[in-house]
């Protein structure tokens, strides 16, 4: 039976951006609201919890100047970590290091064969954070780290990060750039408008040539051409990688009725991409598979979106009622394009037909 082992800790509460910042602990507490009926008393759910990750842990990504500098500024009150909307509240650090502790966490239980596959509800996320710097409301990099800790200690040679946040994950692309011990693959907005990078040609350096691929949609993309990428890009050039651990950077962001972004995904895809990641894992790594939160900020929807993506891990009942956004036919022909251009950059690294 598969066991899916939830990670989560009331610390997350306690990281506070401010009144009005979308990156709010309502978020967390929706989420667990939708998963509480399947942790009372139900054998294919366990809830986690995770440690305070030591400074050794944050440091097999980031400076340590840096990481002092996050402390010193939450001791001090908090404030602002980068030039724009990454705030830090007194507990923001003790929250972030527990957020590394549980993507950590989640990756020994399922590498060990404690839990067949783990979703960490970590807060704050991460994917945005570099070695040196805060942004997009990350502080830690919890999935870059994760990758780490199982590349470094664990003598994994071949790990896949997949991110489906709405916006590139810009810290996890520049950490792995230059190596070919992580794929990563990310499906996100036009990145014109924020982070500025996650661009078709940006195909990694030196020995990580080729293992760093992006596929940014235009504005309002729906389900059509993200499956048609998922299908024509992202699972050939997985199964071609053969990863022993897949760790997924879970934005439910691109959700149609998002308030931050811009992508227009239902529900339904969000269901079919997790089935589909789940049967590579089975394929490839001994069904060795982490979910790590990311983005997503409707919060009437988002607990629902993170329980479906559970449900299919764990095998636990559960559905919603999901609307089909509208399609914008010029916005399809734009994306379609867009899946054609990555398929002729990444065809010198793999086998794609175009």
Not at 24 to 48: F, Q, Y
Not at 162 to 171: F, R
Not at 274 to 293: H, N, P, Q
């Amino acid at each position: 039976m598969t066991e899916t082992a939830i990670i989560f800790t009331p610390k997350y509460y306690e990281h506070d951006p401010g009144s009005g910042h979308p990156e709010t602990s309502k978020r967390l507490r929706v989420i667990m609201k939708e998963v509480r009926p399947a942790l009372n008393g139900d054998d294919r759910c366990k809830l986690v919890e995770p440690g305070l990750a030591p400074l050794r842990d944050l440091e097999l990504v980031h400076a340590s100047d840096y990481i002092q500098l996050v402390k010193r500024i939450c001791k001090l009150g908090g404030g602002l970590l980068d030039i724009g909307d990454t705030v830090a509240s007194p507990e923001s650090y003790t929250a972030a290091r527990y957020a590394v502790g549980g993507a950590i966490k989640a990756s020994d239980l399922v590498l060990k064969k404690k839990a067949t596959n783990a979703f960490a509800l970590v807060r704050p996320p991460g994917h945005h954070a570099g070695r040196n710097y805060a942004a997009g409301f990350c502080i830690f990099n919890n999935v870059a780290i994760a990758a780490s800790h199982l590349i470094k200690r664990q003598n994994i040679e071949r790990i896949l990060i997949l991110d489906i946040d709405a916006h590139h994950g810009n810290g996890t692309q520049e950490i792995f750039y230059g190596t070919k011990k992580v794929l990563y693959i990310s499906l996100h907005e036009d990145p014109r408008e924020f982070p500025g990078t996650g661009f078709i040609d940006e195909v990694g350096e030196s020995e990580g040539r080729g293992y760093n691929v992006n596929i940014p949609f235009p504005f309002r993309t729906s389900d059509k051409a993200y499956l048609r990428a998922i299908d024509g890009i992202v699972i050939p050039i997985i199964s071609q990688y053969a990863p022993q651990f897949i760790l997924i950077s879970a934005g439910y962001d691109g959700y149609h009725a998002d308030p931050v972004a811009k992508l227009s995904i239902s529900a339904v895809s969000y269901a079919t991409i997790f089935d589909k990641l789940l049967r590579l894992a089975s394929r490839f790594c001994r069904d060795r598979l982490v979910v790590l939160l990311e983005g997503g900020y409707n919060l009437r929807h988002l607990g629902k979106l993170a329980m479906l993506t559970i449900s299919r891990m764990s095998g636990f009942p559960y559905s919603i009622k999901s609307e089909s956004p509208p399609v914008n036919e010029q916005v399809e022909k734009h994306a379609e394009k867009v899946i054609e251009n990555v398929k002729k950059v990444q065809s010198v690294f793999w086998n794609l037909e175009h």
